[in-house]
């Protein structure tokens, strides 16, 4: 059984559907990629796995559950966290507290619980230790990118899902955040990489899939994504 299984799902914004038809698997212990131009819909795909959006129709299982429908709230407390695209940390709360935020849907967790599991993600990005108690605006864009990160991880998702996490940072930071994401799952964590930089996605991922205007037109490992014609003209420059 795949941990997560979309069959068919079509979701959109208005009369036309964004997404059309998608059949997707992620494997316990993969890191797969979901790779696409602007508007692709791959974000819709993210919002719709997450219940952020609801789908119109088709089928979504996450450990063998149908959640197609439910609460985000339901979804996040299975064990499936979404970090959305452009970070959204809260400027004038502490590094510390924004990453606290992510646990928000675990209920009660005694202190020390939260406090084990706030040390693990400083392990995990040990670049912004020394930012815990500073405000969040007074963090670079990686920086910012990495408590994202962290405070996705502070719900022990089974699945972490990323939307976009390279973008907007220089070449070597965008390095350091795929090798924090090869290291997340290393430490046992599935996740879902929603990128446009394809070449350092495919780069750690098992498994890719390319969405063209809300549709999946090519699946398989890294080898055959890179030796697909339609593929490396439109997304990796033709190389
Ligand atoms: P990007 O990399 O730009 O985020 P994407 O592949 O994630 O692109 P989506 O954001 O999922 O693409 O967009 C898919 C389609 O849905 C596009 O045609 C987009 O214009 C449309 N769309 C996205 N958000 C909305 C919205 N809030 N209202 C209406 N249409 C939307």
């Known amino acids: 059984m795949a941990l997560l299984e979309l069959d068919g799902v079509t979701a959109g914004y208005t009369a036309v559907d964004a997404l059309n038809g998608i059949s997707l698997r992620v494997e316990d212990g993969e890191i797969v990629t979901l790779l696409g131009a602007n508007g692709a819909g791959k974000t819709t795909t993210l919002r719709t796995i997450s219940g952020l959006m609801k789908p119109r129709s088709g089928s979504i299982r996450f450990m063998g559950q149908e959640i197609a429908g439910a609460s985000a709230n339901a979804i996040v407390r299975l064990g499936l966290s979404h970090v959305p695209e ?60 990495m408590v994202a990160v962290a405070r996705g991880l502070m719900a022990r998702p089974k699945l972490l899902m990323l939307d976009e996490p390279s973008l907007g940072l220089a070449p070597i930071i965008v390095q350091q955040v795929f090798r924090t994401i090869a290291d997340i799952r290393a430490r046992g964590t599935t996740v879902l990489l929603v990128e446009q930089n394809a070449h350092m996605a495919l780069s750690i991922a098992d498994r890719g899939y390319v969405l063209e205007t809300g549709r999946l037109i090519v699946e398989g490992p890294p080898a055959t994504l890179l030796d697909n014609e339609e593929v490396r003209a439109a997304y990796l420059g033709g190389r």
């Not at 939260?114 to 930012?131: H, S």
């Open 86 to 145: 452009g970070r959204r940390i809260f400027p004038g709360l502490t590094v510390r507290e924004n990453i606290l935020l992510g646990s928000s849907n675990r209920g009660r967790v005694p202190r020390a619980e939260l406090d084990r599991d706030l040390e693990a993600a400083f392990g995990i990005f040990p670049d912004i230790l020394k930012f815990a108690d500073s405000p969040g605006w007074t963090l670079s864009g990686g920086q910012q990118q």
